[in-house]
C-alpha cells in the first residue's frame, strides 16, 4: 500500500518530529514525512530534518497580518507538498477555524498530559501542583477547541516522589517519541478507532 504523505508542523526543539522522521524510515512505516514547517526561523528542528533529507520550509506567523493568512500561507505549503496528514509536534500557534476545519480528521497533535487533564501550557508544573499521582501524553486529532478533539493514544507516567518539573517533563518526553509513532501508524493505516 502506499504510504500516506505526511507533513510536521513545529515551532522548537522537534525532537517529536525527529521520532517520527526516524520511525518512517523503517520500511515497513505506513507515513513517509514530505515536509517540515516551522513557524520560527532559527526553529533547532529544522537542522535536523534538513540533515535526514526532509524538506523544510518556514512560514513566520510574524510576516502576516492576522490568524487567518498566516494559516492560509500553512495551507499552502501543505497542498503544494500533497500532504495527507499533519503532525503537529511542538507547534505552539493557535490555528485558525477555518484551517482546523480543512482539515479535521487529518491533522493530529501530540500534548504533555492525561487530556482532559491539564489542557493549554506549563503541564508539567501544574501537575506537580495538584498533587497529581501520574501524569503523561496524549495524542488526539485537532479541533477547534484547543486540545480537545478525539484521543488517538495516550501513555501514563508514575509522578514520583522529589520530581521537580525536569524530571517528569524527561520521564513524559521519552513516552512523547515512542506514542507519536505508534498513534501516527494507526492513523496512516486507518486502523485508529477514535
Ligand atoms: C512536547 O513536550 C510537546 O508535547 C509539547 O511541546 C513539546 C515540544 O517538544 N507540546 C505542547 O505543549 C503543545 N501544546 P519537541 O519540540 O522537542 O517535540
Redesign the pocket.
Known sequence: MAKRRVGIL????????AALIEAARAPDYPAEIVLVVSNVPDAA?LAFAALRGVPTVVVNHKNFANRETFADALDAKLRAAKVEIVC?????RLLATPFVERWRGRMI????SLLPAFKG?N?HARALDAGAKTHG?TVHYVEPEL?SGPVILQAEVPVLPGDDEATL?AR??KE?HRLYPAALRLVAEGRDKS
Open positions: 513545529i515551532s522548537g526543539r522537534g525532537s517529536n518530529m528542528g503537529l509536534a511542538g507547534f505552539m497533535n501530540i500534548h504533555p501550557l503541564t501524553c486540545d517533563a513524559v518526553l512523547e
